[in-house]
C-alpha cells in the first residue's frame, strides 16, 4: 500500500516535467506569429527604421548593381573589340589576298600564252607563287572558321569550299593548255578560255563575295562599338539620381545637409559616370578615326586593286584570243575608267597618299602603254603588241601593272596598320575601368552603409 502510494503521488510529478517545456514554447510562438503578422509589418515598412532600411538596401543594390551593368558592358566591349583585331580583321585581309591572287594567277596565266611555246621563266613563278598564295589563304581562312566553330550554313564557308573545289580544275585546265601551246597546238587557247571563264564566272564571283562579307564584318563591329553604352550609362545615372533623391530626403527628416556616407557613395558613382563617358568617348574616336583613315581608305584600294587585275586580264586575254568583238576593250575601259576616279578621289591627307601618287603616275603609263599595244594591233603588227603588253622594258605594260599593283598593295598595307592602331587604341582606351567600375560600384555600396548605419542606430 505504501508503495502503491508512492507511486501514485510520484504521477503529477512526472507529468509536470513533461508538460514544462511545452508551455514554455507557447509563449515563443505567439511571439514569433506577432511579429510576423502582416499588420506588424506593414507598420514597420511605414516606420522611420523601416524606410531607412529599404532606403539602403535599394541604394546598396543600385550601387552594385551599376558596377557589374559598367564591368560587364565594358567586358562585352573588349572582348569585341580582340575578336575584330584578332579574327575579324585578318580574315578580311586574308579574303582580299585571296581575290588578288586569284586575280595575279588568272593574268599571269594568259600572260604566259602571249609569247608562244615555252613562257618565261618569270611569268611561270608568278602564276605559281600567285596560286600557292590564294591556297594558303584558303588555309588559313579556313583555320579561322574551324577557331570560331562555324556550321556548314555559314555562307561564307560555303564560298570556301566552292573555290577550294573549283582551284584544283582550272589548275588543271591551265596545265592542259600549257601543254597544247608548248606543243603548238592550237586547241591550248581553248583550253585557256575555259580556264579563264571558270575563274571569271566563277572564282572570283565567290572570292567577292567572300571578301565582301568580311569587310561588311569589320564595318559592323566598328558601328557597333561607335553606339555609346546605354544600358551602363542608365544604371549609373539611375544609381546616382536614386542617392541625390536619398541625401534631399533624409536632410528633410533629420535636418541635416549632407550625409558623409551617401555624399562619397554619390561622388563614386560620379566618377564611374564621368569615367565611363569618358573613356568610351575616346574609345570611340579612335574607332572612328580607324574607319575614316583605314577602312574606308583600306576599301577603295582594295576595289582599286581588284580593277587592275581586271583589266590586266582583259588586256592580256585580248592578245590571246586574238579578240576583235570589242569586248575586252570595253572591260579594259570600264576598269580603268573606274580605277582612275578611285586613285583622283583619294584625298591627300589619307594615309598612303604618297603611295597613291606613285599608282596614279603608273596608271597614267599603263594606259599609253595600252595604247601604243592597241595601235600595234590596228596595223596587224602582233609580235610588236605581246612585245608592249609583256615586254621587260621600262615604259612596257607588264612593268607599269607591277608598279600600280605594288603601290596599291603598299597603300593597303599602311591603311590597314592604321586601321588596327586606331583599334589597338579603343580597347587600350577603356582598360581598367571593367575592373574600376566593380570596385567604385563595392565603394559605393560600402558608403552607403555607413550612411545609414548612424542614422539606424538612433532607434536602438
Not at 27 to 42: I, T
Not at 105 to 124: C, K, M
Not at 189 to 206: G, K
Request: with cysteine; hydrophobic share 45%.
Amino acid at each position: 500500500m505504501a508503495a502503491l502510494d508512492s507511486t501514485t503521488a510520484a504521477r503529477p510529478t512526472s507529468v509536470t516535467a513533461d508538460t514544462a517545456p511545452e508551455r514554455l514554447d507557447v509563449p515563443r510562438e505567439a511571439g514569433l506569429r506577432a511579429h510576423l503578422d502582416p499588420a506588424n509589418l506593414r507598420s514597420f515598412a511605414l516606420s522611420t527604421p523601416g524606410r531607412l532600411i529599404a532606403i539602403g538596401l535599394l541604394l546598396i543594390g543600385l550601387c552594385l548593381g551599376a558596377g557589374l551593368v559598367t564591368a560587364a558592358t565594358v567586358s562585352d566591349r573588349q572582348q569585341a573589340l580582340d575578336t575584330l583585331l584578332d579574327q575579324t580583321e585578318p580574315d578580311a585581309n586574308s579574303s582580299h589576298h585571296l581575290y588578288t591572287s586569284l586575280s595575279i594567277a588568272d593574268a599571269a596565266a594568259s600572260t604566259a600564252f602571249i609569247s608562244g611555246g615555252l613562257e618565261p621563266q618569270a611569268v611561270r613563278d608568278r602564276y605559281s607563287q600567285a596560286l600557292g598564295e590564294a591556297s594558303a589563304e584558303l588555309v588559313t581562312q579556313t583555320g579561322h572558321a574551324a577557331g570560331r566553330a562555324t556550321g556548314n550554313d555559314d555562307p561564307d564557308t560555303r564560298l570556301r569550299a566552292g573555290i577550294a573545289t573549283g582551284l584544283p580544275v582550272y589548275s588543271g585546265l591551265i596545265e592542259t593548255a600549257r601543254a597544247n601551246n608548248r606543243n603548238g597546238y592550237p586547241v591550248g587557247a581553248a583550253y585557256l578560255s575555259e580556264a579563264s571563264n571558270q575563274m571569271q564566272t566563277v572564282l572570283l564571283p565567290m572570292a567577292a563575295q567572300l571578301q565582301s562579307h568580311r569587310s561588311d564584318a569589320v564595318s559592323t563591329a566598328q558601328r557597333h562599338h561607335v553606339q555609346p553604352p546605354w544600358p551602363a550609362i542608365a544604371v549609373l545615372i539611375l544609381a546616382l539620381g536614386t542617392l541625390v533623391w536619398a541625401q534631399f530626403d533624409l536632410s528633410k527628416r533629420w535636418h541635416r545637409v549632407l550625409n558623409p556616407g551617401l555624399l562619397l557613395a554619390s561622388a563614386a558613382m560620379l566618377v564611374l559616370l564621368a569615367w565611363t563617358l569618358t573613356a568610351g568617348s575616346v574609345s570611340a574616336a579612335e574607332m572612328i578615326g580607324g574607319r575614316d583613315n583605314g577602312a574606308v581608305p583600306a576599301s577603295r584600294l582594295t576595289e582599286s586593286r581588284i580593277l587592275t587585275q581586271q583589266a590586266r586580264s582583259a588586256e592580256t586575254l585580248k592578245l590571246v584570243r586574238r579578240d576583235a568583238s570589242g569586248d575586252y576593250d570595253r572591260t579594259y575601259e570600264a576598269s580603268v575608267t573606274r580605277l582612275n576616279e578611285l586613285l583622283g578621289g583619294y584625298p591627300d591627307d589619307a594615309p598612303a597618299a604618297g603611295e597613291i601618287a606613285n599608282a596614279r603616275a603608273a596608271l597614267g603609263r599603263w594606259r599609253a602603254a595600252h595604247q601604243r599595244m592597241t595601235d600595234a594591233l590596228a596595223h596587224g603588227d602582233f609580235t610588236g603588241a605581246a612585245t608592249v603588253a609583256t615586254g621587260p622594258g621600262s615604259a612596257d605594260a607588264a612593268a607599269q601593272v607591277d608598279a600600280l599593283d605594288r603601290a596599291l598593295g603598299q597603300g593597303l598595307d599602311e591603311t590597314r596598320d592604321t586601321l588596327r592602331d586606331d583599334i589597338s587604341g579603343a580597347a587600350l582606351a577603356l582598360d581598367f575601368l571593367a575592373p574600376g567600375a566593380l570596385v567604385l560600384g563595392i565603394l559605393a555600396a560600402a558608403y552607403v552603409g555607413l550612411g545609414i548605419w548612424p542614422r539606424l542606430r538612433e532607434y536602438r
